[in-house]
């Protein structure tokens, strides 16, 4: 295990306004730990655990960087979608004629364009999924089934004219009663979203099930849990609620399609997953996946909510019906009544344990908003509840239930954060009845391998011990807290990563350098961190290799970036072209030495024959040509799996108990890493993932009045974190390597958003005494909880 | 022999009891010999032979992304689970 100290290289301004706030000595402390760190990070390879300049960097900081609403096509119309203004209605009647008639429309779309999808469930990569559904989300069909839902769409000459004639579509609707939270939409008398939603469990319907809000039930046992709470000295059982929250991406939704007189459709689009596009589209609007060409653009972020499509199929028919490529753009309102959320959730959370700290048993309840269609993270929810610790006896049960809010989508880790909160607050209110240390009750409870999770396996090599005992050990946990309404907080958090599929294509050039083809659209730096894996293979400099991402006609079939699993997946498929490109040189090199190519050996870099033969790899690449065609290696990557990534974090706030407003001081992460590639890049993941918690846990949350209508859907009043929000987010990466990738690597990702909520709430109680089981934790909830105190 | 754990869900159809074992070199091999067992354990996890949409196999520790056909080791657990996403 190795451990990078304590790095804040995002936000210098930030870090030295923290700084001037701080007393000399604390500021002198935290200097000396920034000094530790560039002095400790000590290199097991030549490439991996470097910080190179990210090759996409130049056209990002200059602003020559593409993004999806910088296309600009010859001829290209400009579309707008109608939406509902009503949380849950029936759709009468669409009138289109008065806005057809108006000069520049060229078109106009409503569900009746779209084909029948019935209930075909299509697997998309990353999970299975209802096409009457999505097709039903996309546009709606005889039901509005949340403010926000697109009606209709139009196209033409300009956004003006396209938003004129918007307003000139004459909908009829008949308003129903909105259901908007989670255990109404469950009882047996809640209006029912959808006439097609039964119950299903284990992916079965009971014959007589009738219609209802919820959607699905998991059931996950492990021992006897009765037996275990028989042998709990103390039982402590909570309930806990969470508000819906958006993933926050800057960047809002785009698509612009040209559906080509020739029957191909070309999308241009901000994505997760080109290929996942490439099919939900060509379903959607009823042609074959090779007559759809997806081109990723740059992504101004992503957190799981830009895997689903909402524009491409209306764009394609708009310009099915203009011969014309359209454009379709969300605004900042669209983006949140509209796409994403992360669901709000209800749950009960009861854990027993022994005088001595060991949990015995552990039983949770959970229900979580689906929004307007099946599908809500509950499943990993209920696996993840209980994931941190070796619980010998417990019960999950878990329900997925619709309401009349957007469809929910992944959010880092979806189902996680959720269900850390409730787990997480319980575990510190039992060490706090215990009066035992938050930090060791953890470790003497640590899931560790031969561990089996409540939902049955048994895990592999993991880090959650490791991650305890970095954040135990260092200086921040070992420092002392002083001054009034100030305290300490910790938590830890689970998250399974994914492997799925990924493909690469590599090719020599003649001076040395290697150009690098991916399927794997870049959120986060993955260029440079699949870019590494290539060079560290090869024996060559990050800078030589030359990473791009491509469409889906120009590389293999490549998962979406999300699962934490892009630096993990494709970075074995990396390895395995860099191993075709070494064994190919190797071939050439006997070929120029006229020896058998048993005698070559490819070496760190260098290609090395009999007699005291070598070339370097820049070397060989300029006499590739003199004994054959280009030199190309192709990797893919498809069985491997990850192990699971934990996280634990410590945090130290001050509450102002007059406003409660919660102020965070300090904030330090401890993660498994499994093999730092790019240091920068996970800590990067790390402070981003700890920052959306923090606003997750203070701040964020959809506000609807009592009609279902979202009354903050603008980053004014809808409140993410900013610089001004946040200290330095201290990180130690732990490296506990995955054995399933060649540079034991982990993704990181989705995990450092978990316990961020629960060790704020724990550092809450800590600091004016009340335990906060509400998200978000904003001020008026804190003061009102003081008041009641 | 693998131990296969039945979901809470399907242990109707194995009178409550939670692990039990089989014989195959493949979930689908591993899946016919419990059939005969407990009729309609099959049906209730496949659907036109393959596992049901929403869930995937676990084995060995490991999801699997094939199916049916993912093999399964000498003395491995096999376990029917939801499919995860992740964002």
Redesign the interface.
């Known amino acids: 295990m190795r451990q990078h100290a304590l790095v804040n290289h995002r936000r210098p301004k930030n870090e030295d306004r923290t700084l001037i706030g701080l007393p000399v000595a604390e500021r002198q402390g935290y200097l000396q730990r920034i000094r530790t760190m560039a002095t400790s990070e000590k290199r097991k390879y030549k490439v991996i655990g470097t910080r190179p300049i990210r090759h996409d960097g130049v056209d990002k900081v200059t602003g020559r960087a593409q993004y999806g609403a910088d296309v600009r096509l010859t001829g290209m119309l400009h579309g707008v979608v109608l939406r509902s203004p009503h949380a849950h209605a029936k759709i009468k009647s669409i009138d289109t004629s008065a806005a057809a008639a108006l000069p520049g429309v060229r078109a106009i779309v409503t569900s009746a364009d779209f084909p029948d999808q019935v209930g075909r469930i299509v697997e998309l990569g990353e999970g299975a999924v209802n096409m009457r559904h999505l097709s039903a989300n996309v546009m709606a069909h005889d039901k509005a089934l949340y403010k926000g839902h697109a009606v209709a769409a139009v196209a033409a000459d300009s956004i003006h004219i396209a938003e004129e004639a918007a307003k000139l579509i004459k909908v009829d609707y008949e308003p129903l009663p909105p259901v908007m939270e989670v255990i109404g939409a469950m009882r047996d008398d809640a209006p029912v979203l959808n006439d097609d939603v039964r119950m299903t469990e284990m992916g079965t319907v009971k014959p007589d099930a009738k219609a209802s809000n919820v959607a699905a039930k998991f059931l996950f046992t492990k021992g006897d849990v009765n037996a275990g709470f028989a042998k709990a000295d103390i039982i402590i059982e909570r309930e806990f609620r969470t508000a819906t929250v958006h993933q926050g991406y800057i960047e809002p939704h785009n698509a612009t399609v040209l559906w080509n007189a020739d029957g191909k459709v070309t999308v241009w689009i901000s994505t997760q997953g080109t290929f996942s596009v490439r099919q939900q589209t060509a379903e959607l609007v009823g042609i074959p996946v090779s007559d759809v060409k997806v081109i990723p653009m740059e992504i101004g972020g992503g957190f799981g909510g830009k895997i689903s499509v909402y524009l491409p199929p209306v764009a394609a028919i708009l310009s099915r019906k203009t011969g014309k490529p359209v454009q379709l753009l969300m605004d900042r309102a669209a983006v949140f009544e509209a796409t994403g959320p992360t669901p709000g959730s209800f749950m009960r959370v009861k854990v027993g344990a022994t005088r001595d700290g060991k949990i015995v048993a552990g039983d949770a309840w959970i229900a979580f908003e689906a929004g307007a269609f099946p599908g809500s993270p509950i499943a990993p929810g209920c696996m993840c509840v209980f994931s941190c610790y070796d619980i010998p006896d417990a019960r999950v049960e878990g329900y997925d239930v619709c309401v009349n809010k957007p469809r929910s989508n992944a959010y880092r880790a979806p189902g996680s954060t959720q269900v850390a909160f409730a787990m997480e607050t319980v575990v510190d209110e039992i060490c706090e009845k215990l009066g035992v240390d938050a930090a060791e009750f953890r470790i003497k409870n640590a899931a560790k391998e031969g561990t089996r999770r409540v939902d049955g396996p048994v895990y592999n090599r993991i880090g959650m011990l490791e991650t305890v005992e970095a954040i135990r050990d260092s200086e921040h946990y070992q420092s002392k807290l002083t001054g009034p309404n100030r305290g300490r907080g910790i938590a830890t958090g689970f998250w399974f990563n994914a492997g799925l599929k990924s493909a690469v294509v590599a090719t020599v050039n003649l001076d040395g350098t290697v150009s690098l083809i991916e399927g794997s659209t870049d959120i986060g730096g993955s260029r440079t961190g699949i870019a590494m894996q290539l060079a560290e293979t090869l024996g060559i400099t990050a800078e030589a290799v030359k990473p791009q991402v491509a469409d889906t006609d120009s590389i293999g079939y490549t998962d979406v970036t999300g699962g934490s699993r892009v630096t993990f997946a494709t970075g074995i498929a990396a390895v395995n072209a860099a191993k075709e490109i070494q064994q190919q040189m190797v071939e050439r090199a006997a070929l120029l030495w006229e020896v058998d190519a048993s005698t070559v050996k490819y070496d760190d870099g260098k290609i090395i024959g009999p007699a005291s033969k070598s070339f370097t790899f820049a070397e060989l690449a300029a006499k590739i040509h003199e004994v054959g065609g280009a030199i190309i290696g192709h990797g893919t990557s498809s069985a491997a799996e990850q192990g699971g990534a934990f996280g634990t974090h410590c945090v130290d706030v001050e509450v102002d108990p007059d406003t409660g407003k919660v102020q965070i001081l300090r904030y330090t992460i401890a993660q498994d890493a499994g093999t730092a590639i790019h240091p920068s890049y996970v800590e990067g993941q790390m402070q981003g993932g700890v920052v959306q918690g923090i606003g997750w846990a203070l701040n964020e949350e959809y506000f609807y009045d009592d009609k279902g209508v979202m009354r903050n859907a603008t980053f004014l009043d809808y409140r993410i974190p900013t610089c001004y929000d946040v200290p330095m987010i201290e990180t130690i990466i732990v490296e506990v390597p995955d054995p399933a990738h060649p540079y034991g690597v982990r993704g990181v990702g989705e995990v450092p958003i978990c316990p961020p909520p629960a060790a704020i709430a724990n550092a809450i109680h800590a600091a004016v005494g009340v335990r906060m089981r509400d998200l978000p934790m904003s001020p008026p909830k804190v003061c009102a909880a003081i008041l009641q105190k | 022999m693998a131990t296969v ?1 039945i ?4 242990r109707d159809l194995t009178g409550g009891v ?1 692990t039990v074992e089989a014989t195959g070199h493949t979930v689908r091999a591993i899946l016919a010999d419990l059939e005969p067992r407990y009729p309609g354990l099959t049906a ?2 496949c ?1 036109d032979d393959v596992l ?4 995937m196999v ?1 084995v060995a ?5 094939l199916g049916l056909r993912t093999p399964v080791p000498e003395n491995a ?1 096999v ?9």
């Open positions: 754990y979901p809470p869900a399907l939670e209730r996890l659907t049901r949409p929403g869930l676990a520790g490991s999801m699997s992304k657990e376990h029917f689970l939801p499919a995860l996403g992740g964002g």
